[in-house]
């Protein structure tokens, strides 16, 4: 335990030399305005993930006081997946026609009375219960960032400024995260294993009051069928490379992150009693999960400002190519080092870092190059591999090993994309042969600049 307990100390001396260092350098809006719309957002996101946030730590522990058996829990926590990947998907890409404000609404009553039914101790209302919480997933994850970068937009503030919020509210979600894990704690410790679903509810009570009172409502196609926002996110996904690579970077690394959340405990734990039985101990001290996932949430807090000075050299287009191979080369850790718990420490709190720099990163990247008019249809096609892949880990029993080999399969794919990514952005900013820009329609030409025009994006 004391080598988790100085890393922990560590990281947040160095979490907070780096915060410090990035408030100096990092560059602030000029509009007067914009500090307000910020935190308008912060306040509602970060309300919106603290619920989530709060649930996390005792579902396991709830459904096992509940005398629900190993196979069931298991199979609740697919239905959770597989709704987040199929009804989640048509509910959250409702949020282009008929509202992200709505839709943000509908996430809080959503995960709320999804939050409602773990007080009853019944399989089947249970897993109604997991259908409902993947549906709000998959708008916590699509509706707010389509919000906040089309009211972005609209009120004209400048580009480099969305990057600031994405990476501010990754930061903010880490120390929710943190919080979130306190609490959730006591409750559970003062009134039982529901107790922070019921605290959950609060969180997401106040999140729909502060949203309805201070949120305008804005659109993709609203004019449009609901059919169309679905075939008009396929075709923006087929037609243009850079949403198809970055929708591809965005389902691995994503699959690979949420594999790593099921698997990383086993796989310390593991190394944990190969040490012990190398030093012929028979007692065997569980692995102190608190420490470590307070380490990990730290590490995320240092890779979302870190985000923040990587901008202000080189593009996320440009800067994430190393950081998803890095991933790749943590999660190969486990694979030829499985019994060094050092070191397999050390490999995933740099994933964590990583995974801190990923998030801001991909919002700011989507932003570019996801159309307006479906942009919570193509988020959530994005999420698609992603649940896929975590229900088929969680239906198949394998090998440790093979998981983890799969996991940085995917990311050395994912990689692949994102330098294939980086290379079409070069080719925009290097211009294109005349015959491309003369072949650009007239009304492209007058509306926007050139580039958004290439692009098929609106004017900022």
Known sequence: MDIFVFALGILILACFILHFYTRQV????????????QQTYLLVYL?????????????????????????????????????SMIFGTIVASLADKYGRRNTCIVYGILYGISCATKHFPNF??????????????????????????????????????????????????????IISGIVAQFAANTFGYVAPFDSAIISFIAMCILLITTWSENYGDANAHVLQSFISAWTAIKSDKKIFLL???QGLFEASMYVFVLEWTPALTEASNQSVIDKTDNKNPPIPHGYIFAGYMVAMMMGS????????????????????????????????????????????????????????????????????????????????????????????????????????????????????????????????????????????????????????????
């Open 26 to 37: 990092e560059q602030h809006s000029k509009d007067p305005n914009y500090r307000g719309f």
């Open 47 to 83: 309300l919106a993930i603290a619920g989530d946030w709060l649930q996390g730590p005792h579902v396991y522990a709830l459904y096992e006081s509940y005398g629900i058996q190993k196979h069931e829990i298991e199979i609740l926590f697919i239905a959770g997946f597989g709704s």
């Open 124 to 177: 089947y209302i249970l897993f109604v219960g997991r259908l409902l919480a993947g549906m709000a997933t998959s708008i916590l994850f699509s509706a707010f960032e389509s919000w906040l970068v089309n009211e972005h937009r609209r009120r004209n503030f400048e580009p480099e400024s969305l990057g600031l919020i994405f990476a501010n509210a990754y930061f903010g979600n880490s120390i929710v995260a």
């Open 247 to 249: 929708g591809i970077v």
């Open 305 to 460: 400002n870190s985000f923040k000075v990587f901008c202000n050299y080189t593009t996320p287009e440009s800067f994430m190519r190393p950081i998803v191979f890095i991933s790749a080369l943590c999660m190969s850790v486990p694979i030829f080092m499985p019994y060094n718990q050092g070191i397999m420490f050390t490999a995933f709190l740099i994933f964590e870092f990583c995974v801190g720099v990923f998030w801001p990163a991909m919002a700011t990247m989507r932003s570019k190059y996801v159309p307006e008019e479906a942009r919570a249809t193509v988020l959530n096609y994005f999420r698609i591999p992603l649940n896929l892949i975590v229900v088929i880990i969680l239906l198949k029993d394998f090998h440790l090993k093979f998981i983890f080999m799969s996991c940085v399969f995917f990311l050395i794919l994912a990689g692949i994309s994102m330098v294939l990514l980086y290379k079409l952005t070069l080719h925009i900013k290097q211009g294109l042969p005349i015959a491309n820009v003369l072949a650009i329609p007239q009304h492209n030409v007058k509306s926007a600049p050139i580039e958004s025009a290439v692009e098929n994006q609106p004017a900022v």
